[in-house]
T-cell receptor, first 111, second 115 residues
Framework: TQLLEQSPQFLSIQEGENLTVYCNSSSVFSSLQWYRQEPGEGPVLLVTVVTGGEVKKLKRLTFQFGDARKDSSLHITAAQPGDTGLYLCAGAGGSNYKLTFGKGTLLTVNP | SAVISQKPSRDICQRGTSLTIQCQVDSQVTMMFWYRQQPGQSLTLIATANQGSEATYESGFVIDKFPISRPNLTFSTLTVSNMSPEDSSIYLC????????????FGSGTRLTVV
C-alpha cells in the first residue's frame, strides 16, 4: 500500500509570510499532483509534476518533485488570505488513474 | 476541463436508509471515480465506474454497500446503502482533467450525516 505523509497538518500564518508544505513517501510515484480544497467544494487541481527533479511555478506557488519521485513540496511566497484552504498532495502509481492522497495541510492566512 | 454537477450537496439521513448521489459531467468521459473524504482523513477511492461494465471496487468497499450505476458516458450514481453513523462523510465524484495529463476534476461533494 502506498502512503503519502503530508506535513504540517495545520498551518496558521500572517499575510506576507512564506511557507512550505511537504509530501513524503517511501514509494515511487509516476506523477504527483497538488490540489486545493475550500469548504463545501471539491479539490481543485493546481499542478501535476511528472519528472524527477521537476520544478513548476504558478504565480507565487512553487512545486517541486523529488529526484527519486518519492516526495514533493509546495512553497508559497508572500501568502495572502485568498490562499487559505486545504492543500492536498496525491500520487499516481503504476496504474495512473489510482490516486493516493495525503491527509492534507489546512492553511490559514490571517490578514 | 470537464464540469461536474454533483447532487445533493448535503443530506441528513436516518440510519438504515439509503441515499443515492448523482454526478453529471458536461462531456463524455471513459472513467468516473468515487471517493470518500472522512473528517481529518485523506480522500479514499471507493470505486472506478466504466460505462457498460461493473464498477471496480477498492479494498474495503463492496458492491452491496456502495452500488454504482454508469448508464452512459456522462452520468453516474453512487448509493450508500443501509447507512450507519460511520458512513457520515463527504462523497466526491471525479473524472480525468483534460487540461493536464494525470490530473483530475472533482465534483463539489455530498456531505452526508447519518443520525
Amino acid at each position: 500500500t502506498q502512503l503519502l505523509e503530508q506535513s504540517p497538518q495545520f498551518l496558521s500564518i500572517q499575510e506576507g509570510e512564506n511557507l512550505t508544505v511537504y509530501c513524503n513517501s517511501s514509494s515511487v510515484f509516476s506523477s504527483l499532483q497538488w490540489y486545493r480544497q475550500e469548504p463545501g467544494e471539491g479539490p481543485v487541481l493546481l499542478v501535476t509534476v511528472v519528472t524527477g527533479g521537476e520544478v513548476k511555478k504558478l504565480k507565487r506557488l512553487t512545486f517541486q518533485f523529488g529526484d527519486a519521485r518519492k516526495d514533493s513540496s509546495l512553497h508559497i511566497t508572500a501568502a495572502q488570505p485568498g490562499d487559505t484552504g486545504l492543500y492536498l498532495c496525491a500520487g499516481a502509481g503504476g496504474s495512473n488513474y489510482k490516486l493516493t492522497f495525503g491527509k492534507g495541510t489546512l492553511l490559514t492566512v490571517n490578514p | 476541463s470537464a464540469v461536474i454537477s454533483q447532487k445533493p450537496s448535503r443530506d441528513i439521513c436516518q440510519r438504515g436508509t439509503s441515499l443515492t448521489i448523482q454526478c453529471q459531467v458536461d462531456s463524455q468521459v471513459t472513467m468516473m471515480f468515487w471517493y470518500r473524504q472522512q473528517p481529518g482523513q485523506s480522500l479514499t477511492l471507493i470505486a472506478t465506474a466504466n460505462q457498460g461494465s461493473e464498477a471496480t471496487y477498492e479494498s474495503g468497499f463492496v458492491i452491496d454497500k456502495f452500488p454504482i450505476s454508469r448508464p452512459n458516458l456522462t452520468f453516474s450514481t453512487l448509493t450508500v446503502s443501509n447507512m450507519s453513523p460511520e458512513d457520515s462523510s463527504i462523497y466526491l465524484c471525479s473524472v480525468e482533467d483534460t487540461r493536464e495529463a494525470y490530473g483530475y476534476t472533482f465534483g463539489s461533494g455530498t456531505r452526508l450525516t447519518v443520525v
